[in-house]
T-cell receptor
Framework: RKEVEQDPGPFNVPEGATVAFNCTYS??????FFWYRQDCRKEPKLLMS???SGNEDGRFTAQLNRASQYISLLIRDSKLSDSATYLC?????????FGKGTRLSVIA | DAGITQSPRYKITETGRQVTLMCHQT?????MFWYRQDLGHGLRLIYY???????DKGEVPDGYVVSRSKTENFPLTLESATRSQTSVYFC????????????FGNGTRLTVT
């Protein structure tokens, strides 16, 4: 089993839709979790950290389920500008391990 | 400006040549990383460094050499470039390693002919 796994997508959703991505991880001792966003041919940028109690930043909600070993990202009211690849990142031991990413296309 | 910068942005080289990719950060972050990104593989770690003069191998270190004589610089050298090293290379830094997020440079697109 790979250390971090994501559904590669693509997820094609209409503007205004709600979309959710999951990411599973294999190491139960993992300590830190992040979601990054990567636009085509650009560097990954931190979207949000994921806290045990779950956290929200505007239209974005991240959750952690330690029992089932996955993290999730929920995007509400999708915008065209949300089109990107979303990378799940897990820290077990230094360094961070990246998932391969989930591609999202928001369609007008 | 503070941040992390990579150079060059684009590089074309021939098989067998030595190539050095530069990475410089102004945050005084302890940790620095080199990743390569290829279609179908995502980001793969080449080498990382926890501090000056401390480096460790990542997932795909073969064919690469790093050094970290100063905290702010972390160059990556391809000793004898091969076509399989054609990729986009990202340098990143973080304050405390795995517990803090990474900040990426804008990448170097390397083509080996």
């Amino acid at each position: 089993r790979k250390e971090v796994e994501q559904d590669p997508g693509p997820f094609n959703v209409p503007e205004g839709a709600t979309v959710a991505f999951n990411c599973t991880y294999s190491n139960s001792a993992s300590q830190s979790f992040f979601w990054y966003r990567q636009d085509c041919r650009k560097e990954p940028k931190l979207l949000m950290s994921v806290y045990s109690s779950g956290n929200e930043d505007g239209r974005f909600t991240a959750q952690l389920n330690r029992a089932s070993q996955y993290i999730s990202l929920l995007i509400r009211d999708s915008k065209l500008s949300d089109s990107a690849t979303y990378l799940c990142v897990v820290m077990s031991d230094t360094p961070l391990v990246f998932g391969k990413g989930t591609r999202l296309s928001v369609i007008a | 400006d503070a941040g992390i910068t990579q150079s060059p942005r684009y590089k074309i080289t021939e098989t067998g040549r030595q190539v050095t990719l530069m990475c410089h950060q102004t945050w005084s972050h302890s940790y620095m990383f080199w990743y390569r990104q290829d279609l179908g593989h995502g980001l793969r770690l080449i080498y990382y460094s926890a501090a000056a003069d401390i480096t460790d191998k990542g997932e795909v270190p073969d064919g690469y050499v790093v050094s970290r004589s100063k905290t702010e610089n972390f160059p990556l050298t391809l000793e004898s470039a091969t076509r399989s090293q054609t990729s986009v290379y990202f340098c990143a830094s973080s304050e405390t390693g795995g517990g803090s997020p990474l900040h990426f440079g804008n990448g170097t697109r390397l083509t080996v002919t």
